[in-house]
């Protein structure tokens, strides 16, 4: 616990499209929150679960963008 509050405090923490992990870029991002489409088209339209979307958009993901 104490490696990863570290990791988190000193900006060592990959985020975004730099996580090997991410299916989503920052551009992606920004056309999700800006978008009037449902969460559902979204979803499908950028091959995510629609909770993804709902959490880009309250901002409790991808906050750096």
């Not at 299916?23 to 909770?51: A, N």
């Amino acid at each position: 616990a104490d490696n990863m509050a570290d990791r988190s405090r000193k900006g060592r923490q990959p985020r975004g499209s730099v996580c090997k992990r991410s299916k989503l870029t920052e551009d992606v991002v920004l056309q999700i929150r800006g978008s009037d489409k449902s969460r559902r088209e979204l979803s499908v339209l950028f091959s995510v679960y629609p909770s993804t979307i709902d959490r880009i958009r309250a901002r409790k993901t991808w906050k750096h963008v």
